[in-house]
């Protein structure tokens, strides 16, 4: 039983955002979106980010099938990425991060959950509206920027992976197809669910929008296979950039090259037009190619050093800030 009236829901324009710069809607999911997000934060104050939520694994897969809710899992590391870098902004990101180990020999519950998961569901559950949930949560963290779910119900992807010799093997879930070779067919169910309206929404609004960086078929295209999604981004009047991977040979892409990757956006969705295409030069083959390819769906490619200079394929959030200030002043 609650304790008392919830107070009014805060609204996105009462969100703690430094509420300067452009307007940037930025898409995708996981750690790809999560790195978007560390750099755009630091460039402006207008994000809002929209989430895949066909997650069906971990922790979100548990809280997913046992009570029927969104996967809440990318959500909360969009959260977690639009922390401020003060006491308060990191203690809270480390909060939401934090997860539960069971002691040794005990099989608990809550092993394996992320608080910041719990935390969502059960504002979802007070509140009984999504977005209401998350910008509560963003209150709490005072997140610059807003997080919204790219779909207003639970999404299922389902792949064909290649096998030599053979027809393609039928992959269904997020987890299992992420991690199950090179991914040939891809699509989501069911085929006509919901986008966010308030999705739509920022999309329209957004003076650009972000696609990318993450694991093209399952965090990337996504986007692109939601009809109201699609359309949305096909008829934004915002300029449109596409952030490439800095591991363009993940296991969803086993074989593929750069260029191999805007051919699949081509494919996908004909009617999508990019303005710029950003690129560590480190990640691309043949310049040629890939110059060709991004020429292909109308975008300008810049090329950049982005990625961290530790050696692994993670993007550097201050790189990426520069990168991205200097696009979005340049147009």
């Given at each position: 039983m609650y304790t008392g009236i919830l107070p009014i829901v805060p609204s996105a324009a009462k969100l703690p955002t430094l509420n300067t710069g452009a307007k940037v809607a930025a898409l995708g999911g996981g750690h790809g979106l999560a790195a978007s997000l560390s750099a755009l934060r630091l460039v402006t104050g207008n994000v809002t980010a929209v989430v895949t939520v066909a997650d069906d694994g971990g922790s979100s897969g548990r809280l997913r099938e046992e009570l029927g809710v969104l996967p809440p899992g990318d959500l909360?590391?969009?959260?977690?990425?639009l922390c401020d870098d003060t006491d308060w902004g990191r203690t809270w990101r480390d909060v939401m991060q934090h997860r539960f180990t069971s002691r040794e020999g005990v099989t608990g519950s809550l092993d394996n959950h992320a608080l910041g998961n719990l935390l969502i569901v059960t504002l979802w559950e007070l509140l009984g509206d999504p977005v209401a949930g998350l910008r509560w949560a963003g209150a709490l963290l005072g997140a610059r920027g807003e997080v919204l779910p790219m779909a207003s119900v639970p999404l299922t992807i389902e792949g064909l992976v290649k096998v030599p010799g053979l027809p393609g093997r039928l992959i269904r879930g997020q987890s299992l197809l992420a991690k199950a070779g090179e991914v040939e067919e891809v699509r989501l169910l069911p085929v006509d669910a919901p986008a966010c309206t308030e999705a739509v929404t920022a999309i329209h609004d957004a003076?650009?929008?972000?696609?990318?960086?993450?694991?093209?078929?399952?965090?990337?295209?996504p986007h692109l296979l939601l009809p109201q999604m699609r359309e949305a981004l096909c008829t934004t009047k915002a300029k449109r950039l596409l952030t490439m991977n800095l591991d363009v040979n993940d296991a969803e892409a086993d074989g593929m090259n750069a260029a191999d990757h805007?051919?699949?956006i081509s494919r996908y969705a004909p009617e999508f037009n990019v303005d710029v295409v950003l690129a560590d030069p480190s990640s691309i083959g043949d310049v040629g190619e890939f110059t060709q390819a991004?020429?292909?769906?109308?975008?300008?490619?810049?090329?950049g050093k982005v990625g961290s200079s530790g050696g692994n394929a993670v993007h550097d959030p201050l790189r990426l800030a520069a990168a991205y200030r200097d696009i979005f002043g340049g147009h």
């Open positions: 909360r590391m969009a959260l977690s990425a003076d650009w929008v972000v696609l990318g960086p993450g694991s093209w078929y399952t965090s990337v295209l805007l051919h699949v991004a020429a292909m769906i109308g975008a300008e490619v810049v090329f």
